[in-house]
């Protein structure tokens, strides 16, 4: 059984915004290699406090390893990268492949992700009710008594920091079509994983990225039920579920999302 090391000798431990996609990924990441990590949620915003108590910024999630902190998701996977052994990688050995993995995080990362996670706020900032609930889950105690309070100027920040507009969900939409057709055209051959023949860095983007508008039982942070979405936003959902991402996404969620990798150990690194 394989064990990976590292130099930190504490356990790592995540600042996060719960129902963050790209704090999924990061747990997910985590979870698969076996690392043994504490998390610590809070609502957004007030997540910078704690960010910048542990060597991070605005973004989340930061993970503190005690030696170093890593700084948003890629810097995760990177690192985690880098330290596990060969069966456990999640970038392909094989030089093309692996530049082919690169280059799919990477636009799932910077374009993908970035368009899912405006097309789903601008649906629901206006639920007032569903969205505070999602933000203040497993936050602090004052955070859980004040977002409620507060939240319609958390909305406006988010708004702005965001740039929602009446035309932000069909223009995210057809960022997102883009992948959608390019991942159900890759999808196509009837490959179980994006890229080789395991699940990989890719993988793990897709899923955690897209879940916003799949909206998957195992997701492991608060996410809306489809009966709290508005019904255009609903439709949606339904509509990505039955593409073939949105299948794809589903079954390695189902699959794959709540099982340690069998050769993986729990381990403090």
């Not at 902190?69 to 492949?97: G, K």
């Not at 799919?104 to 601008?122: K, Q, T």
């Not at 909206?215 to 255009?232: C, F, H, I, K």
């Amino acid at each position: 059984m394989s064990v990976m090391t590292d130099a930190s000798p504490t356990r790592p431990h995540m600042i996060s915004v719960g129902v963050s996609p790209y704090c999924e990924l990061a747990r997910w990441t985590m979870d698969r290699l076996g690392v043994a990590y504490t998390e610590e949620s809070h609502a957004p915003f007030f997540h910078r406090l704690a960010t910048k108590r542990h060597g991070g910024g605005a973004v989340v999630p930061v993970v503190d390893r005690g030696s170093s902190s890593l700084s948003d998701a890629r810097q995760v996977v990177n690192h985690y990268e880098t330290v596990a052994p060969p069966q456990l990688a999640l970038f392909p050995t094989d030089p093309d492949e692996r530049i082919e993995t690169r280059k799919l995080f990477d636009e799932l990362f910077d374009v993908f992700g970035v368009a899912v996670r405006a097309w789903a706020y601008a649906y629901l900032l206006p639920q007032r009710r569903s969205t505070s609930r999602a933000w203040i889950d497993g936050a602090p105690r004052l955070e859980r008594v004040v977002v409620p309070v507060v939240f319609p100027l958390l909305a406006m920040i988010v708004k702005r920091s965001l740039k929602l507009d009446a035309n932000t969900v069909v223009r995210q939409r057809a960022i997102m079509d883009v992948t959608l057709g390019q991942v159900g055209e890759r999808l196509g051959d009837g490959r179980r994983y994006l890229v080789g023949d395991r699940l990989g860095a890719a993988d793990l983007a897709l899923a955690t990225l897209i879940a916003p508008a799949v909206l998957p039982p195992e997701y492991t942070g608060p996410l809306p039920s489809m009966d709290e979405l508005p019904a255009a936003m609903r439709r949606e959902v339904e509509e990505i579920r039955a593409h073939p991402a949105g299948q794809f996404t589903l079954r390695l969620f189902s699959e794959e999302r709540g099982l340690r990798h069998p050769q993986a150990s729990p381990v403090v690194t």
